[in-house]
């Protein structure tokens, strides 16, 4: 992979009810600062932020895809995940020579794909697209809580802890809900 075009390629959102499930695809220099990147899940919320503004600035391309909850809906959750990274891969401004995708699976792309199982932990280009994808989705569901403001997207950005489940179990479902998902378990 020496002196190839890199791009990592991650999604978040896989587990929450409610919202979309966004991927980032990102392209690394080769002077990048990895010492800034892990796992998205293994930071804290000001330094992803801190890390996806060096990303923003300093990659040589990144591009974020989203699904919609109708979309989940209608598909799948895993279809709905690869494609949100075929249209990553396809909003990027540059044709990477390989794609290196956190898991199992790739997306249906007419580029050079490799799942990696466990990516996010050590492939600097993962790392930096698990960080895009998962502050992105994160502002996403911030700003949807301000017009859904009773359920608290703000604070649990739709996964199912104890208080999303209370506040679906108090209010009902609202129009980002995945209505495929097993919304509604007693409290």
Request: charged content about 25%.
């Amino acid at each position: 992979m020496l002196n190839e075009l890199v791009c990592g390629v991650d999604e978040a959102g896989r587990g929450p009810l409610a919202g979309p499930v966004t991927a980032a695809a990102v392209v690394l220099p080769a002077k990048f600062p990895v010492q800034c990147l892990r796992d998205s899940k293994q930071m804290c919320e000001n330094l992803r932020k801190q890390a996806a503004s060096v990303i923003k600035k300093q990659a040589t391309a990144w591009a974020v895809g989203w699904t919609w909850p109708e979309e989940i809906d209608k598909y799948n959750i895993h279809f709905a995940v690869l494609l949100a990274m075929e249209r990553a891969l396809t909003a990027l401004s540059v044709t990477p020579d390989i794609v290196l995708v956190d898991g199992k699976f790739t997306p249906r792309v007419k580029l050079r794909c490799r799942a990696v199982v466990k990516g996010d932990t050590y492939i600097p280009a993962i790392q930096a697209a698990s960080i895009i994808a998962k502050t992105g989705r994160d502002l996403w569901m911030e700003r949807y809580a301000r017009i859904e403001s009773r359920y608290l997207f703000e604070k649990h950005k739709g996964y199912p802890t104890a208080e999303h489940r209370q506040k679906l179990f108090h209010f009902g479902i609202c129009p980002i809900h995945r209505k495929s998902f097993k919304l509604q378990n007693k409290v």
